[in-house]
C-alpha cells in the first residue's frame, strides 16, 4: 500500500504560491488519515465480533445439540476402563449349606401377538392350541380377530415350544426373553423358598419378583447388582430337609394325619437345618393362594412350622419346671401334691389319669402331670412367669427370616392371671407356632441361653441373654431323658442317639369356640444326644389317629413320637452324629461306712 | 529462526493430531474387542448357569433315590442308618501273604558234613 505523504510537496508548493498555510494541508492530510484508520478498525472490530457469534453461536449449538442427543438416545454406561464390569445375573442364586443350588435363573422366553400383523389368524389360533392345549381356542380366536393390538400368550415357553411356535410362521407371533427362577429339587424346602413371579413386565424383559418365603424376605439382597453372583447362603442342608421331607410324608400318612411339620435346629448357633411342612407343593409352579372363607391351614402354601399357631400343650411343662428349678423354688427331687382335681374357682385342673397324692418333680415331667406343674406355676406366679416365656421369645412373632413368620404371633391371654398362669403351665392358654418351641428347647438344650431360630448359615454359636442357670438347664435336661427312659415318650429310643423330649397332645380349638373332642395337635419335642445336646427336633402331627392295641389312639406318645424316633434315626446319621454308647449313671455302688 | 519455531510447532501439532487420531481408534478397537468378549463371557456364564441348574436338577434327592431303587440289584445302596457307623478297631487288618520259600537251605546236607566232620 502506497502511503500517502501528509505534506505533499506540489500542493505545499501550490499553497505557498497562494499564501496559504500550508500547515492546512497536513492537518487535513492528518484526518483524512485518522478517518482511513478508524473505518479499517472498525471494520476489523466488527469482523472479529462476527467470528467471535460465529464461534459462540457454534459452541452453543454444539452443547444444545449434544443436549438433544443425550436426552433423547437410550442410557449407556461410559466405559472407560474395561476392568471389573461383572456380568452378574438378574437375580442372586440361593444354596443351601453346603453351597448346593435350591434356587437360580433360567433364560427363557414368553410368546405374545401383535394380533394386527397376523397373517392368518385362524390357522395361528388352531395351531397355537395344538401347541399349548391349555389355551381356549375361542378366546385365542376372538384376540386375534378383535381390536386388541398386543396380547401375552405365555409367559415361560420351553425351547421346544419355543420351535414349534417358530415353525407355524406367523410373523404376528412374537417372542421376549425371560429369565425364570428355577427350583430344580422341586418340591424340597418349597415353604422356606417360596417362589417368585413376575413384575412389571415389557417385551424385552421383566422384573421377577420374590412372593414368599426367603424369596420375598430378601428381595432387595437378591436383586441387588452390587453382591455381584455372590449366592444367598442358607442353614439348610438340602439332604437332611429331603430326608426328613420323605420320613415326616411317611409317618403322617401311617398316622392318619393331615398334616404335619418337623423343624430341627442347631441348638448352639441357631440354624434351622430342616424345616419341613405338610402338605407342601412345587414352587416352580406355585399354586394360588386360598381364597378368603375357611381355614387357610388347609391350603398347602400354609406354613404350619410358623405360621401355625396352636396351643401345644405338655411341652410347656418343662419351662414352667425349669424356671421354678431357676429360682429355687424346687429341686428335681421336690415333692408337689398333685390330688386332683386341682380347683381354681369354677375351673378344675384334671390330669390324664390319677398319678397319686404327691409327686417329685422328676415324676411330674415323667408323667405328664397338669396339677403338679399348675401348682408350680402357683409358686411361681403370673408375672414371672410371664417375663420367663418372654425372654424364651414365646411372646412375639419368630424372627425366623421368612415373610410368613412375622404372621405367627403367638396368642396370649388378654389378663395373665394366676389360672392363666397355670393353664399356660402346661400348654394351654397360650398359642404359639413350633418355631417358638424349638427355640425355646434350645435354650435348655444348649445350658440356658436363648438362641434365634435363623434361616441362614452362621458363623458360630450364637452365645445369645443367659434365660436360667447351665445347671437348671441341665437338671430339665435329666428329666426330658427320663420321659424317653421311663416315661411318655417311650417309642423315641433310638438306639446310638440319646433322645430327651416332651410329648404334648392338646385338643384342637373349634373355630366358635370350645374344643374338639376327636381332633389333637400332637407335639413332640426333643434334643439329642441328650447328654451334650446339638440339636434339637421338633415334630407336631396335626389331627393324628391311629389303631393300636385295640383302641384309637391320639395321643403324641403313639403318634408323634415315633415319627420322630424314624426321623432321629434317619437324619442323625448323616448329621454327622456317631452313634454312641450312653455314659451310665453312677449308681450300684453306694458308699455305706468308712 | 522465528518461522523455523512456526514450522516446528506446525509438525508438532501434525504429529500429536496424529497420534491422538490413531489412539482414538485404537482404544475404540480395544472397547470393541473388550464388549465382545464381555458378550462371549455373558454368554458362557449364561450357558454355565444353564449346566448349573442342570446339574442340580440331574442331583435332585428325588431322583438320586428313585435311581438308587431301580439300581438296587447292582449298586445295593440304602439310606445311611446309625448301625452302618463303625469304629477303626472293628476293620481287620489286611492278611498277611504267606511265605513262599524259594531258596530253601540245605539243613541236612550241614547236618551230614558236621556228622563226617566228628567222625574224623
Known amino acids: 500500500m502506497t502511503r500517502r505523504p501528509l505534506r505533499p510537496l506540489a500542493r505545499i508548493l501550490d499553497a505557498r504560491a497562494k499564501g496559504e498555510n500550508p ?98 389368524p385362524e390357522a395361528t389360533a388352531a395351531r397355537l392350541v395344538e401347541i399349548f392345549p391349555d389355551l381356549d381356542p375361542e378366546r385365542l380366536l376372538a384376540d386375534f380377530t378383535g381390536a386388541r393390538k398386543f396380547l401375552w400368550i405365555k409367559k415361560k415357553i420351553s425351547p421346544e415350544q419355543k420351535q414349534a411356535v ?68 442358607l442353614s439348610l442342608d438340602l439332604t437332611v430337609q429331603a430326608a426328613a421331607e420323605r420320613v415326616l410324608d411317611g409317618g403322617m400318612k401311617l398316622m392318619n394325619a393331615k398334616g404335619a411339620t418337623s423343624i430341627l435346629m442347631d441348638v448352639h448357633s441357631g440354624e434351622v437345618i430342616s424345616v419341613v411342612s405338610l402338605p407342601d407343593f412345587d414352587p416352580n409352579e406355585r399354586p394360588q393362594p386360598p381364597t378368603s372363607g375357611f381355614d387357610p391351614s388347609v391350603s398347602p402354601l400354609f406354613n404350619r412350622a410358623v405360621q401355625g399357631v396352636y396351643e401345644l400343650g405338655s411341652t410347656f411343662k418343662i419351662f414352667a ?89 403367638p396368642l396370649l391371654p388378654k389378663n395373665w392371671s394366676e389360672l392363666s398362669a397355670m393353664t399356660i403351665s402346661y400348654g394351654h392358654g397360650i398359642s404359639t407356632t413350633p418355631m417358638h418351641l424349638a427355640a425355646g428347647y434350645a435354650a435348655i438344650a444348649n445350658g440356658g441361653r436363648y438362641v434365634s431360630p435363623t434361616i441362614l448359615k452362621q458363623d458360630g454359636p450364637q452365645m445369645g441373654r443367659r434365660i436360667m442357670t447351665e445347671e437348671s438347664a441341665k437338671a430339665a435336661r435329666l428329666m426330658l431323658r427320663k420321659v424317653v427312659t421311663e416315661g411318655t415318650a417311650s ?10 423330649g416332651k410329648t404334648g397332645t392338646a385338643d384342637k380349638p373349634r373355630p366358635r369356640g370350645g374344643y374338639y373332642e376327636d381332633k389333637v395337635i400332637a407335639t413332640f ?31 403324641a406318645g403313639w403318634t408323634a413320637v415315633p415319627v420322630a424316633a424314624e426321623m432321629i434315626g434317619r ?13 451310665a449313671e453312677v449308681t450300684g455302688i453306694t458308699l455305706t461306712s468308712n | 529462526m522465528k518461522s523455523l519455531l512456526y514450522v516446528i510447532t506446525a509438525l508438532a501439532v501434525f504429529g500429536l493430531a496424529f497420534w491422538a487420531y490413531r489412539e482414538n481408534y485404537a482404544t475404540q478397537q480395544v472397547l470393541k474387542e473388550t464388549r465382545g468378549l464381555q458378550r462371549q463371557i455373558g454368554a458362557a456364564q449364561i450357558r454355565l448357569n444353564v449346566l448349573r441348574a442342570e446339574w442340580a436338577y440331574l442331583n435332585r434327592p428325588d431322583r438320586l433315590l428313585e435311581l438308587a431303587e431301580l439300581n438296587f440289584a447292582s449298586l445295593g445302596l440304602l439310606p445311611l442308618r446309625p448301625d452302618q457307623f463303625g469304629r477303626v478297631d472293628e476293620v481287620t487288618y489286611p492278611l498277611q501273604p504267606e511265605l513262599t520259600i524259594t531258596e530253601g537251605v540245605e539243613v541236612s546236607g550241614l547236618n551230614a558234613r558236621s556228622q563226617s566232620e566228628q567222625s574224623q
Open chain 1, 23 to 120: 500547515d492546512a494541508i497536513e492537518k487535513e492530510n492528518i484526518r483524512q488519515r485518522h478517518d482511513e484508520m478508524q473505518v479499517k478498525s472498525r471494520q476489523r472490530a466488527e469482523g472479529r465480533l462476527l467470528v467471535l457469534g460465529v464461534f459462540f453461536l457454534c459452541a452453543y449449538a454444539a452443547v444444545a445439540g449434544r443436549m438433544g442427543v443425550m436426552a433423547t438416545s437410550e442410557p449407556r454406561e461410559p466405559v472407560a476402563s474395561t476392568a471389573g464390569s461383572a456380568i452378574a445375573m438378574q437375580r442372586a442364586d440361593i444354596v443351601d449349606r453346603q453351597g448346593r443350588i435350591l434356587a437360580t435363573n433360567f433364560e427363557t422366553h414368553s410368546l405374545y401377538a401383535q394380533p394386527p400383523q397376523l397373517i392368518d
Open chain 1, 166 to 233: 417358530h415353525d407355524i410362521g406367523d410373523p404376528g407371533l412374537m417372542f421376549g426373553p425371560r429369565e425364570m427362577r428355577l427350583y430344580p429339587n422341586g418340591s424340597v424346602a418349597a415353604h422356606v423358598l417360596g417362589g417368585a413371579g413376575f413384575g412389571k413386565e415389557g417385551v424385552s424383559a421383566a422384573e421377577v419378583i420374590g412372593v414368599a418365603g426367603v424369596e420375598k424376605q430378601f428381595d432387595s439382597y437378591l436383586r441387588d447388582p452390587g453382591n455381584g453372583s455372590k449366592p444367598l447362603t
Open chain 1, 321 to 409: 419346671v425349669a424356671q421354678a428349678m431357676d429360682l429355687g423354688l424346687a429341686t428335681p427331687e421336690t415333692v408337689i401334691d398333685t390330688r386332683g382335681p386341682l380347683r381354681w374357682g369354677k375351673f378344675a385342673i384334671r390330669d390324664f389319669r390319677n398319678y397319686g397324692n404327691a409327686l417329685s418333680v422328676t415324676k411330674i415331667i415323667v408323667k405328664s402331670s397338669n396339677i403338679g406343674t399348675a401348682r408350680l406355676a402357683q409358686q411361681i406366679g403370673a408375672e414371672r412367669q410371664r417375663d420367663f416365656l418372654d425372654d424364651l421369645g414365646m411372646l412375639e412373632a419368630t424372627p425366623f427370616e421368612i415373610v410368613e413368620a412375622q404372621g405367627g404371633k
Open chain 1, 491 to 500: 417309642f423315641a429310643r433310638v438306639p446310638g442317639y440319646q433322645v430327651g
Open chain 1, 525 to 555: 419335642a426333643s434334643m439329642f444326644p441328650a447328654h451334650d445336646p446339638k440339636y434339637v427336633l421338633v415334630v407336631t402331627l396335626d389331627e393324628p389317629s391311629v389303631f393300636a392295641y385295640g383302641e384309637e389312639r391320639r395321643t
Open chain 1, 571 to 583: 437324619l442323625a446319621p448323616l448329621l454327622g452324629l456317631r452313634p454312641q454308647v450312653e455314659p
